[in-house]
T-cell receptor, first 114, second 116 residues
Framework: KAGVTQTPRYLIKTRGQQVTLSCSPI?????VSWYQQTPGQGLQFLFE???????NKGNFPGRFSGRQFSNSRSEMNVSTLELGDSALYLC?????????????FGAGSRLTVL | AQKVTQAQTEISVVEKEDVTLDCVYE???????LFWYKQPPSGELVFLIR??????QNEISGRYSWNFQKSTSSFNFTITASQVVDSAVYFC?????????????FGQGTILTVHP
């Protein structure tokens, strides 16, 4: 059974550019969550999607957006990149939005903004 | 607001020693879940254990055990007979029914180094 797949694994962008990260959840999983990990702020919740609907959003500026497709795959976009956006972006999937379900994480997309 | 605190930033032990990672949490919700995740150098967060707020029974699973005490809002994790492969960053996390189960609040992490 394939795990959570995130692409690309590594990318370098310059300030002002935009970036799109992709996440393919485990087959059958309908919930996808995104997290940002930085040395200073640690792991912070970005958004959560279930059945193509954003169910929850973290405390991030509007430059951070996301969406989920009918096949549960998800993308997140960061526009007008800033140096502080350099981070490891982790995607996680689960079957449903219940506490009994454990989030399974992908290996992440490491974004470097120059 | 929910909060998770891992007071230990780094722990260094020698192989075969037991090590306990501390976690203290804050929540106003009565229904919540607590987790421990491990992050090896590859970056992927690996699920270790989960506990819900209604079950304070402490268990042992292989070399892992945990101590959940609602009275002190603590959820400590112990590795018995540590091995070099246990070296990683360990995160304690909390999810609440009132917020969303897809949203985990993580502690800052504890870097565990096990020396041969």
């Amino acid at each position: 059974k394939a795990g959570v797949t995130q692409t690309p694994r590594y990318l370098i962008k310059t300030r002002g550019q935009q970036v799109t990260l992709s996440c393919s959840p485990i087959s059958g999983h309908r919930s996808v969550s995104w997290y940002q990990q930085t040395p200073g702020q640690g792991l912070q919740f970005l958004f959560e999607y279930f059945s193509e609907t954003q169910r929850n959003k973290g405390n991030f500026p509007g430059r951070f957006s996301g969406r989920q497709f009918s096949n549960s795959r998800s993308e997140m976009n960061v526009s007008t990149l800033e140096l502080g956006d350099s981070a490891l972006y982790l995607c996680a999937s689960s079957l449903y939005l219940t506490g009994a379900n454990v989030l399974t994480f992908g290996a992440g997309s490491r974004l470097t903004v120059l | 607001a929910q909060k998770v605190t891992q007071a230990q930033t780094e722990i260094s032990v020698v192989e075969k020693e037991d090590v306990t990672l501390d976690c203290v949490y804050e929540t106003r919700d009565t229904t919540y879940y607590l987790f421990w995740y491990k992050q090896p150098p590859s970056g992927e967060l690996v699920f270790l254990i989960r506990r819900n707020s209604f079950d304070e029974q402490n268990e042992i699973s292989g070399r892992y055990s945990w101590n959940f005490q609602k009275s002190t809002s603590s959820f400590n994790f112990t590795i018995t007979a540590s091995q070099v492969v246990d070296s990683a960053v360990y995160f304690c996390a909390l999810s609440e029914k009132g917020t969303s189960y897809g949203k985990l609040t993580f502690g800052q992490g504890t870097i565990l180094t096990v020396h041969p």
